[in-house]
């Protein structure tokens, strides 16, 4: 149950004073897609190109987060909008302290992803759809987590047994299917440069 004691304490410091120190706007780019359809290897390479042109950045990676904010949780559906909630809360704590967030997560939901959406202004939240087949992405399945979905011994496995729902309208959408890892890199790198989020 929610407190009732609590006040909201206004910064002196605000996220406009930081993104003028940084020399760049701060937002939060949510990369989504299935298992295996390249959201972490892209959001890193966004990350590394973001560093090279002297970006304030972090990414929340899934994997990682469950190994700490989110370490209670399993693989049904409350607990994943519990993950996404919680993600969603501390990406818009970090855009508020300057950063350029990157979040690399299946969040299979709609609903839920919109929830993350609705915790940052208008225009600061980029949902990039990393598209690619259910098969290209069992293809490059290193951890054989959608083999052991198929037979079975993993439950609630995003695109066997549990839903994947695809973003109706994305700020942008990677074909990482056919496009190079260079190539999708690029059309994040002009989108956000086309957004004067950077220059």
Same mark, same amino acid.
């Given at each position: ?79 994943? +909008? ?28 709609? +609903? ?30 290193? +951890? ?10 993993? +439950? ?44």
């Amino acid at each position: 149950m929610k407190t009732l004691n609590i006040v909201y304490h206004n910064a002196t410091v605000t996220r406009e004073m930081r993104n003028h120190l940084n020399g760049h706007k701060s937002a939060v780019i949510w990369f989504t897609g299935l298992s295996g359809s390249g959201k972490s290897t892209l959001a890193h390479s966004v990350e590394e190109e973001l560093y090279k042109l002297g970006c304030r950045t972090f990414v929340l990676d899934g994997d990682n987060v469950r190994h700490g904010l989110s370490s209670n949780l399993t693989f049904c559906d409350d607990d994943r +909008k519990e993950n996404i909630r919680r993600i969603g809360e501390a990406a818009s704590l970090m855009m508020e302290a300057g950063v350029v967030v990157i979040t690399a997560f299946i969040s299979p939901f709609k +609903k839920d992803r919109n929830l993350a959406r609705q915790l940052v202004p208008k225009g600061d939240f980029i949902e990039i759809f990393c598209k690619s087949s259910l098969e290209t992405c069992e293809s490059r399945d290193l +951890k054989g987590l959608y083999k052991r979905a198929r037979a079975g011994e993993i +439950k609630n496995y995003t695109g066997i047994d549990s839903p994947y729902e695809e973003p109706n309208n994305p700020e942008l959408v990677v074909n990482t299917e056919s496009e190079s890892l260079e190539e999708s890199v690029d059309k994040v790198i002009d989108f956000l440069k086309s957004k004067e989020i950077i220059n």
